[in-house]
C-alpha cells in the first residue's frame, strides 16, 4: 500500500454541517439532537468495564495476595479515572462549551496531536477492540458450556466428566451478534447497554453471594498475605502469573478507548464533559466496589486454587439452577458489551468507504425494510456484508484461540498504557498548554513511564501464558 493510501486508512476527516444554534432538533453541529445524561453514559461504561474481566478478579488477587492485589485494583481504578477525566476534556477542541467535537477517539487525536500518531493511535485502538471483540466470544462461549455441563453434573450426580467442544457455543454466539450488529449505531443501543449493565450486577452479585456463602461454611478467610505459595507453583510460574495478574486486572478498567464515543451521546448544556467526568466517578466507583467484592471474596472461598473464571471454574456446584441464571446473564451481558466496544469499529469503516467511493449505491442506499409492531428497519448493503464479515473473522479467531485467562491478560495488557495513559495525558498537555518540564508536566509524564512499565511485564506474563497453552493446544478442537 502506498504512503498516500496509509495516510487515507487513518487521516478520515468528518464534514461538518453548518451549525444550528438554538434548534430544537439539532445540535451546534448540524446533528441530530444528542439525547445521553449521566444515567445512560454511566450504563454504557459500566456495560464496557463489568464484562468478563470482573471473572478473573479472584485468580489476579490470588497471584498477587491481601495486600498487592486490592492494592493493585485500587491503582487501576484511579488511574482510569483520572485519566478518563482528562480525556473527557479533549471531546471538544479549544472552548469547551463551543469549540469542535471530536466524534472518535482518533478525531480526538487528529486534531489534537495530528502527525505519526494518529496512524499509531488508529491501528492500536482499532487492535484493541477487534481483540475484545475476540475475547468476549470466548467468554461468552466459556458461560454457555458452564450452564451445560452444570445440568449434566447435576443429572449424572457428578459420575459424568460432562466434556464438550465450545466451537458450536461460539458460533451461537456469532450468529447473535451478526443480528445485532446492523443496529446503525452507539445512539441506538442505548436499550442495551441498560439490559447489558443489569445482566453484570445480576451474575456479579451471584459470584458475589456464592464466594460469601463458601466463606461462612467453612468459617475462614482462605490466602495469604503474599499470594499463591511457592509449592502450588514454582518460583518462575509465580513470578509469570503475577505479570499475568496485573493485565487482567487492567482490562477489567480498559473502557478509554471508547469514552469519546460514549460522551458523543451526551446532549448539553451543561457541557458534556461535565456530564462525562459525573458519569466517570459513577461508573468506576460501583464497578471498584463489585470487583473489590468478587475478587476478594472469591480469594477469600478458594485461596490459592481460586479459578481463572468464578463462575466457569466449577469451584462452585451447587445450587447449580443459581449458577446457570449467573451464567446467562454472563452471556447476555457480553451479547451488549460486544456491540458496544465493535461499534467504533463498524462507523470507522464505514465513513472510511462512504468518503471513498461516495458515488456508490451499495455504500450509501438505505432500503426501508417494515418490522411488524416497530418503525422500520433502515438496511445497507455495504453495512450487512462488512459487518457479518468481521463478527466471522472474530467468530473463527476465537475458535482457535480459546484460552480465557491469557486472551484476557494480553488485551489488558497491550492496550492500558496507550489508550489508557499515553495519547490522554498527551492530548490533555497539548490542549491545555502546559509548559514542559512544569511540575505538572513531570508529574503526568511519570504516571505515563510507570504505566508503560507495568503494561510491559503484563504483557510478558500473558505471552508466557499462551505459550504454555500452545504446547498442548489442537486447533478447533479445544474441549472442557
Same mark, same amino acid.
Given at each position: 500500500?502506498?504512503?498516500?493510501?496509509?495516510?487515507?486508512?487513518?487521516?478520515?476527516?468528518?464534514?461538518?454541517?453548518?451549525?444550528?444554534?438554538?434548534?430544537?432538533?439539532?445540535?451546534?453541529?448540524?446533528?441530530?439532537?444528542?439525547?445521553?445524561?449521566?444515567?445512560?453514559?454511566?450504563?454504557?461504561?459500566?456495560?464496557?468495564?463489568?464484562?468478563?474481566?470482573?471473572?478473573?478478579?479472584?485468580?489476579?488477587?490470588?497471584?498477587?495476595?491481601?495486600?498487592?492485589?486490592?492494592?493493585?485494583?485500587?491503582?487501576?481504578?484511579?488511574?482510569?479515572?483520572?485519566?478518563?477525566?482528562?480525556?473527557?476534556?479533549?471531546?471538544?477542541?479549544?472552548?469547551?462549551?463551543?469549540?469542535?467535537?471530536?466524534?472518535?477517539?482518533?478525531?480526538?487525536?487528529?486534531?489534537?496531536?495530528?502527525?505519526?500518531?494518529?496512524?499509531?493511535?488508529?491501528?492500536?485502538?482499532?487492535?484493541?477492540?477487534?481483540? #475484545?471483540? @475476540?475475547?468476549? /466470544? %470466548?467468554? =461468552?462461549?466459556? !458461560?454457555?458450556?458452564?450452564?451445560?455441563?452444570?445440568?449434566?453434573?447435576?443429572?449424572?450426580?457428578?459420575?459424568?466428566?460432562?466434556?464438550?467442544?465450545?466451537?458450536?457455543?461460539?458460533?451461537?454466539?456469532?450468529?447473535?451478534?451478526?443480528?445485532?450488529?446492523?443496529?446503525?449505531?452507539?445512539?441506538?443501543?442505548?436499550?442495551?447497554?441498560?439490559?447489558?449493565?443489569?445482566?453484570?450486577?445480576?451474575?456479579?452479585?451471584?459470584?458475589?453471594?456464592?464466594?460469601?456463602?463458601?466463606?461462612?461454611?467453612?468459617?475462614?478467610?482462605?490466602?495469604?498475605?503474599?499470594?499463591?505459595?511457592?509449592?502450588?507453583?514454582?518460583?518462575?510460574?509465580?513470578?509469570?502469573?503475577?505479570?499475568?495478574?496485573?493485565?487482567?486486572?487492567?482490562?477489567?478498567?480498559?473502557?478509554?478507548?471508547?469514552? #469519546?464515543? @460514549?460522551?458523543? /451521546? %451526551?446532549? =448539553?448544556?451543561? !457541557?458534556?464533559?461535565?456530564?462525562?467526568?459525573?458519569?466517570?466517578?459513577?461508573?468506576?466507583?460501583?464497578?471498584?466496589?463489585?470487583?473489590?467484592?468478587?475478587?476478594?471474596?472469591?480469594?477469600?472461598?478458594?485461596?490459592?486454587?481460586?479459578?481463572?473464571?468464578?463462575?466457569?471454574?466449577?469451584?462452585?456446584?451447587?445450587?447449580?439452577?443459581?449458577?446457570?441464571?449467573?451464567?446467562?446473564?454472563?452471556?447476555?451481558?457480553?451479547?451488549?458489551?460486544?456491540?458496544?466496544?465493535?461499534?467504533?469499529?463498524?462507523?470507522?469503516?464505514?465513513?472510511?468507504?462512504?468518503?471513498?467511493?461516495?458515488?456508490?449505491?451499495?455504500?450509501?442506499?438505505?432500503?426501508?425494510?417494515?418490522?411488524?409492531?416497530?418503525?422500520?428497519?433502515?438496511?445497507?448493503?455495504?453495512?450487512?456484508?462488512?459487518?457479518?464479515?468481521?463478527?466471522?473473522?472474530?467468530?473463527?479467531?476465537?475458535?482457535?484461540?480459546?484460552?480465557?485467562?491469557?486472551?484476557?491478560?494480553?488485551?489488558?495488557?497491550?492496550?492500558?498504557?496507550?489508550?489508557?495513559?499515553?495519547?490522554?495525558?498527551?492530548?490533555?498537555?497539548?490542549?491545555?498548554?502546559?509548559?514542559?518540564?512544569?511540575?505538572?508536566?513531570?508529574?503526568?509524564?511519570?504516571?505515563?513511564?510507570?504505566?508503560?512499565?507495568?503494561?510491559?511485564?503484563?504483557?510478558?506474563?500473558?505471552?508466557?501464558?499462551?505459550?504454555?497453552?500452545?504446547?498442548?493446544?489442537?486447533?478447533?478442537?479445544?474441549?472442557?
Amino acid at each position: 500500500m502506498s504512503e498516500n493510501n496509509n495516510q487515507q486508512v487513518f487521516d478520515i476527516s468528518i464534514d461538518v454541517v453548518p451549525k444550528n444554534n438554538g434548534s430544537k432538533c439539532f445540535d451546534d453541529d448540524g446533528r441530530l439532537k444528542r439525547t445521553g445524561s449521566v444515567w445512560t453514559a454511566s450504563a454504557h461504561i459500566i456495560t464496557a468495564v463489568i464484562g468478563s474481566g470482573v471473572l478473573s478478579l479472584a485468580w489476579a488477587i490470588a497471584q498477587l495476595g491481601w495486600i498487592a492485589g486490592p492494592s493493585v485494583m485500587f491503582l487501576f481504578s484511579f488511574v482510569s479515572y483520572y485519566t478518563s477525566c482528562l480525556l473527557s476534556d479533549c471531546y471538544r477542541s479549544g472552548d469547551p462549551l463551543t469549540g469542535k467535537r471530536n466524534y472518535t477517539y482518533i478525531d480526538a487525536v487528529r486534531s489534537i496531536l495530528g502527525g505519526a500518531r494518529v496512524k499509531a493511535c488508529g491501528l492500536i485502538q482499532y487492535l484493541n477492540l477487534f481483540g #475484545i471483540a @475476540i475475547g468476549y /466470544t %470466548i467468554a =461468552a462461549s466459556v !458461560s454457555m458450556m458452564a450452564i451445560k455441563r452444570s445440568n449434566c453434573f447435576h443429572e449424572s450426580g457428578g459420575k459424568k466428566p460432562c466434556h464438550m467442544s465450545s466451537n458450536p457455543y461460539m458460533i451461537l454466539f456469532g450468529v447473535t451478534e451478526v443480528l445485532l450488529s446492523q443496529i446503525p449505531d452507539f445512539d441506538q443501543i442505548w436499550w442495551l447497554s441498560i439490559v447489558a449493565a443489569v445482566m453484570s450486577f445480576t451474575y456479579s452479585s451471584i459470584g458475589l453471594a456464592l464466594g460469601i456463602v463458601k466463606v461462612a461454611t467453612t468459617g475462614t478467610f482462605r490466602g495469604s498475605l503474599t499470594g499463591i505459595s511457592i509449592g502450588t507453583v514454582t518460583e518462575t510460574q509465580k513470578m509469570w502469573r503475577s505479570f499475568q495478574a496485573l493485565g487482567d486486572i487492567a482490562f477489567a478498567y480498559s473502557y478509554s478507548v471508547i469514552l #469519546i464515543e @460514549i460522551q458523543d /451521546t %451526551i446532549k =448539553a448544556p451543561p !457541557s458534556e464533559a461535565k456530564t462525562m467526568k459525573k458519569a466517570t466517578v459513577l461508573s468506576i466507583a460501583v464497578t471498584t466496589t463489585f470487583y473489590m467484592l468478587c475478587g476478594c471474596m472469591g480469594y477469600a472461598a478458594f485461596g490459592d486454587f481460586a479459578p481463572g473464571n468464578l463462575l466457569t471454574g466449577f469451584g462452585f456446584y451447587n445450587p447449580f439452577w443459581l449458577l446457570d441464571i449467573a451464567n446467562a446473564a454472563i452471556v447476555v451481558h457480553l451479547v451488549g458489551a460486544y456491540q458496544v466496544f465493535c461499534q467504533p469499529i463498524f462507523a470507522f469503516v464505514e465513513k472510511w468507504a462512504a468518503q471513498r467511493w461516495p458515488e456508490s449505491k451499495l455504500i450509501t442506499k438505505e432500503f426501508q425494510v417494515p418490522v411488524p409492531g416497530l418503525p422500520s428497519f433502515k438496511l445497507n448493503l455495504f453495512r450487512l456484508v462488512w459487518r457479518t464479515k468481521f463478527v466471522m473473522l472474530t467468530t473463527i479467531i476465537s475458535m482457535l484461540l480459546p484460552f480465557f485467562n491469557d486472551v484476557v491478560g494480553l488485551l489488558g495488557a497491550l492496550g492500558f498504557w496507550p489508550l489508557t495513559v499515553y495519547f490522554p495525558v498527551e492530548m490533555y498537555i497539548a490542549q491545555k498548554q502546559i509548559p514542559k518540564w512544569s511540575t505538572r508536566w513531570i508529574c503526568l509524564q511519570m504516571l505515563s513511564i510507570a504505566c508503560l512499565v507495568i503494561s510491559l511485564v503484563a504483557a510478558a506474563g500473558s505471552i508466557a501464558g499462551v505459550m504454555l497453552d500452545l504446547k498442548v493446544y489442537r486447533p478447533f478442537k479445544t474441549s472442557y
